[in-house]
Each structure stands twice: as C-alpha cells, then as structure tokens.
C-alpha cells in the first residue's frame, strides 16, 4: 500500500494565515515532517506523529538527501505525509526538489500552496508589495549564492523596475547593498529589513542602501530576515500596524478552536499554548445499574468514560433511568444537556438520600481531594497525565490560565528550573478561584481577570507602558 505526501506551505509564522486545505492535510496526515521555522502553536492541534527536520543556517539536523529519503519511506509504508515548509513550498523551499524526487520514487504527492513571506511579510510591516505610486512589480530574490559559487546577475538586478525582496540574505546583506548601488542603484534608495515577519519579535528597521548594513548592526537584527529594496518602504511609517498587544507573546492552555486564543489574537498577540495533562481511562467496578440512586457527576469527562465502560460491559445506557444525575455546577449540567440529558439537580451535599446509594464519578486526584459523605462510592473513571512542557518560558510575557486545572496541568509538566521561571511570571487568572491555586502553587505576579474581556483588559494595562521590553521577553 502506497501513502501520499503533501508538501504544505505553513505561510510566514501565524498560526491562522494556514490555508483551509492545509488545516484538513495537517488533520488528515500520520505524520507530520516540519522545518524550524513553523510556528508550534500551528502544530499543537494534531494528532499526527511529528518529524522535526528543522536546518539551522550552517547546521542542518537531517540533510536534504535525508528527508527526501524519508518521504519515500513514509510514503512507501502507507503513511500519510504532511511536509510543512515556512512560507511557501515552491519559494526557495526546496519543494521543487522534494516533489521531482517523489515523482522519481513513483509516489503520489500535492502541492498545498502557503503565504510566502515575501508578500505576507512585508505586510505585516507595512510595507506593500506593490503600489501605484512606487512600483507596478515586484521580483522576488534568494540572497543564497548557489554551491558553485556563481554570483546574482547584479547588473540586471539593480536595474529593475519596481519592489526587489531578498530571502535568506542577512549574511549577504552587505554585498547585496553594495553590487545594487556599483551598477547603478541611487545610494538613497530606500531599503526595509523585517526580521520574525508576523511572528510575537517582530522587528523593523528601514534606511537606504548606503547606511542600511550600518542600521541593522545597530539594532542587532539577525536572521531569519527579508530584505526589501523599492520605494514602497516609504509608506512603512504610514501602514504599519499598530495593535494593542502587538509584541506579546502569551502563553496558553491548548483547547481546539479556542475564543482565547483569538480574542488575544485579534488584539495583536502572538499565543502558544501548553499542553494540558492527558486524560487516561481506568476500570471501576460498576454499581448494581438496577438498584438506582443517586450518580454525582463531577466533571463531563467522567460521566464520558463512565458511559464508555458502560457499553464495553455490555449495559444499556438505558438503565440510567433508575438513578437521579446529579450536576457537580452548572457548567457539567450544560454539557449533559448537550448530550440530550438533563440533570435533575444541582450538587447539594445536604440534598443528598444517604438512604439510597451514592456514586460520584471524577477524576483519580479530584475524587480523592473531595470531602464528601463517607457512605457514598467514589468511582475515578480516569485520570490525569502529567506531560512535559516543551516550551521555554523565558520566551514569554505573560500565561493566561482561565481554569485551577489548567494551572495545575502546566505546573505539574514543568521541571524545577521551569517552576522557578513559573513563580516569576505575569499570571492572568480568570476568576478567583484560580488565582487562588496560583498563589497556592507560589506563584507570585498573579493579575485576577474573571472573563475574557476583562483579561484582555488586564493585559493591556499591565503592558502598556513596557513595549521596549516585548520583544526581548520579561
């Protein structure tokens, strides 16, 4: 059986500039072999085995010969496979080479175009492409020399007309400044470098061709860059987007089609998220189904597994009919009626017929924290997973914790040196009772907001006055 392969162009950096019919690739795929420039907030929702092939100017992790190898191989074995690629795969991404390859090997592939930075980039700072009153095209240049040391045709280069882009140019930033302005190009030639494009560092500088290499070095900026040559950068002061939260990079419990995370985003925030614990599902001895009584549940999740089991044991979930359910709060009482149940009551501790039999269903370490009747029968239906937190804090602003689980979750996957940046960290709380489990946890800077308005508020008052410091974290 033979696999396909997609080769998938992740656009610039945001997450959500992925087009619809990579989002279904990426869901669809077995794995996924990615480079380093892919934003992991975009891989967080899927399922698929993750490859990291990611290649370092200088340093490549897993060469070219490699990963060509291992999309056959893949492929070969009846895999799915998504090759996500920055930008666009057919922009000096290789995916000419890769897809050639393929075709080679007799395996089946697509291309899935993505926004190539050398458009959504420039964007992002401002600065379009092409306009009526600067330039009526635009020509889009790799800054690499190729292996065999031929240079650019710099004589034709520089007498082109409209907007000229360098990708991976940073090295040859100075050269490319200087063989535009010896064949001809006005030294006052305007001249942008957008270094992170749409990612939280973002970063900007704009010169002419004489003073840009002086400027860069100034403001340090580095590679990943574009380079953009043209009078379009003119009208960069002018279109520049200006965002409340533009610079932050937060930090988020990861939940699928999050309003979090596109309420911060809307506000110019890049989010990322961290993993939540995994729910894992344990056996319990039912109670006898035909006696009934009185089933608390204290979480969906339970009463989800509870009703797995049910079925595995071959019970009808008809016999639910002989007991009273009983909702923990109002938002597990929602979720069972999005299932077509409707709780009969509220949990109420003294409410409860202690002359009946009483069952809670929860979480392993949640049932056991609960300080309820020592009569009833406490059933742990799963529990959850402790899972390490890949992700370096010291990248980060701010996290938004909008649960006491969600705290607890990225507390217990992180080890002690991450505890520690942790305690540290600005701490948006949503509510109360989960600023009350931060400081339980010792942590410190904890801000209390209890809706999503209001932590979006929260975070722009608490960072209005630290721009200088976004982009180089706390």
Same mark, same amino acid.
């Given at each position: 059986?033979?696999?396909?392969?997609?080769?998938?162009?992740?656009?610039?950096?945001?997450?959500?500039?992925?087009?619809?019919?990579?989002?279904?690739?990426?869901?669809?795929?077995?794995?996924?072999?990615?480079?380093?420039?892919?934003?992991?907030?975009?891989?967080?929702?899927?399922?698929?085995?993750?490859?990291?092939?990611?290649?370092?100017?200088?340093? !490549?992790?897993?060469?070219?010969?490699?990963?060509?190898?291992?999309?056959?191989?893949?492929?070969?074995?009846?895999? $799915?496979?998504?090759?996500?690629?920055?930008?666009?795969?057919?922009?000096?991404?290789?995916?000419?080479?890769?897809?050639?390859?393929?075709?080679?090997?007799?395996?089946?592939?697509?291309?899935?175009?993505?926004? /190539?930075?050398?458009?959504?980039?420039?964007?992002?700072?401002?600065?379009?492409?092409?306009? $009526?009153?600067?330039?009526?095209?635009?020509?889009?240049?790799?800054? !690499?020399?190729?292996?065999?040391?031929?240079?650019?045709?710099?004589?034709?280069?520089? !007498?082109?007309?409209?907007?000229?882009?360098?990708?991976?140019?940073?090295?040859?930033?100075?050269?490319?400044?200087?063989?535009?302005?010896?064949?001809?190009?006005?030294? /006052?030639?305007?001249? =942008?470098?957008?270094?992170? =494009?749409?990612?939280?560092?973002?970063?900007?500088?704009?010169?002419?061709?004489?003073?840009?290499?002086?400027?860069?070095?100034?403001?340090?900026?580095?590679?990943?860059?574009?380079?953009?040559?043209?009078?379009?950068?003119?009208?960069?002061?002018?279109?520049?987007?200006?965002?409340?939260?533009?610079?932050?990079?937060?930090?988020?419990?990861?939940?699928?089609?999050?309003?979090?995370?596109?309420?911060? #985003?809307?506000?110019?925030?890049?989010?990322?998220?961290?993993?939540?614990?995994?729910?894992?599902?344990?056996? *319990?001895?039912?109670?006898?189904?035909?006696?009934?009584? /009185?089933?608390?549940?204290?979480?969906?999740?339970?009463?989800?597994?509870?009703?797995?089991? @049910?079925?595995?044991?071959?019970?009808?979930?008809?016999?639910?009919?002989?007991?009273?359910?009983?909702?923990?709060?109002?938002?597990?009482?929602?979720?069972?009626?999005?299932?077509?149940?409707?709780?009969?009551?509220?949990?109420?501790?003294?409410? @409860?017929?202690?002359?009946?039999?009483?069952?809670?269903?929860?979480?392993?370490?949640?049932?056991?924290? @609960?300080?309820?009747?020592?009569?009833?029968?406490?059933?742990?239906?799963?529990?959850?997973?402790?899972?390490?937190?890949? *992700?370096?804090?010291?990248?980060?602003?701010?996290?938004?914790?909008?649960?006491?689980?969600?705290?607890?979750?990225?507390?217990?996957?992180?080890?002690?040196?991450?505890?520690?940046?942790? #305690?540290?960290?600005?701490?948006?709380?949503?509510?109360?009772?989960?600023?009350?489990?931060?400081?339980?946890?010792?942590?410190?800077?904890?801000?209390?907001?209890?809706?999503?308005?209001?932590?979006?508020?929260?975070?722009?008052?608490?960072?209005?006055?630290?721009?200088?410091?976004?982009?180089?974290? $706390?």
């Amino acid at each position: 059986m033979s696999g396909r392969v997609s080769l998938i162009g992740a656009g610039p950096g945001n997450p959500e500039l992925l087009t619809l019919l990579a989002q279904r690739r990426l869901a669809e795929a077995d794995v996924i072999v990615y480079d380093r420039l892919v934003n992991p907030a975009l891989l967080a929702p899927y399922a698929a085995e993750k490859i990291d092939v990611g290649k370092l100017p200088h340093h !490549h992790k897993v060469s070219q010969y490699q990963i060509n190898d291992m999309l056959v191989e893949l492929a070969q074995s009846g895999k $799915r496979v998504a090759r996500l690629k920055a930008g666009d795969p057919y922009v000096f991404g290789r995916g000419g080479e890769e897809g050639q390859y393929l075709k080679q090997h007799h395996v089946a592939f697509e291309v899935v175009p993505g926004l /190539t930075s050398a458009i959504a980039g420039l964007a992002a700072a401002g600065i379009p492409i092409t306009h $009526r009153d600067y330039a009526s095209s635009f020509h889009v240049i790799t800054g !690499h020399r190729k292996a065999e040391g031929k240079e650019l045709d710099w004589a034709n280069i520089a !007498h082109q007309e409209g907007t000229l882009v360098f990708l991976m140019g940073m090295e040859q930033l100075a050269t490319i400044a200087d063989q535009l302005m010896v064949n001809g190009m006005s030294a /006052t030639t305007p001249v =942008a470098v957008i270094q992170w =494009a749409t990612h939280w560092k973002q970063r900007s500088v704009s010169a002419d061709l004489a003073t840009i290499v002086d400027v860069v070095t100034a403001a340090k900026i580095g590679a990943p860059a574009l380079i953009v040559v043209g009078g379009v950068v003119k009208l960069m002061p002018e279109l520049q987007p200006q965002l409340a939260l533009q610079g932050l990079h937060l930090l988020i419990p990861f939940k699928a089609e999050s309003k979090l995370f596109a309420a911060l #985003q809307d506000e110019g925030a890049s989010v990322n998220y961290f993993d939540r614990r995994k729910k894992q599902p344990r056996a *319990v001895a039912l109670p006898d189904m035909a006696a009934g009584g /009185t089933l608390v549940i204290t979480d969906f999740a339970a009463f989800h597994y509870f009703q797995q089991q @049910l079925l595995t044991l071959g019970v009808d979930g008809r016999s639910l009919n002989h007991w009273q359910l009983v909702a923990m709060n109002q938002v597990v009482a929602n979720r069972l009626q999005e299932t077509g149940l409707l709780a009969d009551a509220l949990y109420d501790e003294q409410q @409860l017929d202690l002359t009946q039999p009483v069952v809670y269903l929860g979480e392993q370490a949640a049932l056991a924290q @609960l300080n309820g009747p020592a009569t009833a029968q406490y059933l742990a239906t799963y529990e959850r997973i402790a899972v390490p937190q890949s *992700v370096d804090l010291a990248d980060f602003h701010a996290v938004v914790f909008p649960s006491s689980a969600s705290v607890n979750d990225l507390y217990a996957g992180c080890d002690e040196a991450q505890r520690a940046q942790l #305690q540290t960290m600005t701490c948006f709380a949503m509510g109360q009772t989960v600023a009350d489990e931060c400081q339980k946890l010792g942590l410190h800077a904890i801000v209390a907001a209890p809706s999503y308005d209001d932590v979006i508020q929260a975070v722009k008052k608490e960072f209005s006055t630290d721009e200088s410091n976004r982009v180089t974290g $706390r």
